[in-house]
């Protein structure tokens, strides 16, 4: 089983900066992409940001610029740097990890959650 904690949303106003990061932790044989979703109230859940094991990374339009998505491999951990924060990107912000509890076992994880409110 593989567990995801989030950690670092607030309440910022708007044009702040926040930084999330999200632990991985369990049974890992493999870490492969590693991810940030965010949901807000009424709405779809959407893509933030993800990137590979090897760091290759992949935005959202409405964050391409603002956002910065990165991850220390040895800590099995994602961060997610966000700036110019506007109040649209208030939302629940989702951790999400890709990869292997065992050579031939993949999961798929979700955190728990983390709230950012943008608002002045």
């Known amino acids: 089983q593989v567990q995801l904690v989030e950690s670092g949303g607030g309440l910022v106003q708007p044009g702040g900066s926040l930084r999330l990061s999200c632990a991985a932790s369990?049974?890992?044989?493999?870490?492969?992409?590693m991810g940030w979703y965010r949901q807000a109230p009424g709405k779809q859940r959407e893509l933030v940001a993800v990137?590979?094991?090897?760091?290759?990374?992949n935005y959202g339009d409405s964050v391409k610029g603002r956002f910065t998505i990165s991850r220390d491999n040895a800590k099995k951990t994602v961060y997610l740097q966000m700036n110019s924060l506007k109040p649209e990107d208030t939302a629940v912000y989702y951790c999400?990890?890709?990869?292997?509890?065992?050579?031939?076992?993949?999961?798929?994880?979700w955190g728990q959650g983390t709230q950012v409110t943008v608002s002045s």
């Open positions: 990137i590979t094991s090897g760091g290759s990374t």
């Open positions: 999400n990890a890709e990869g292997y509890t065992n050579p031939v076992s993949p999961f798929g994880s």
């Open positions: 369990g049974s890992i044989f493999r870490l492969n992409a």
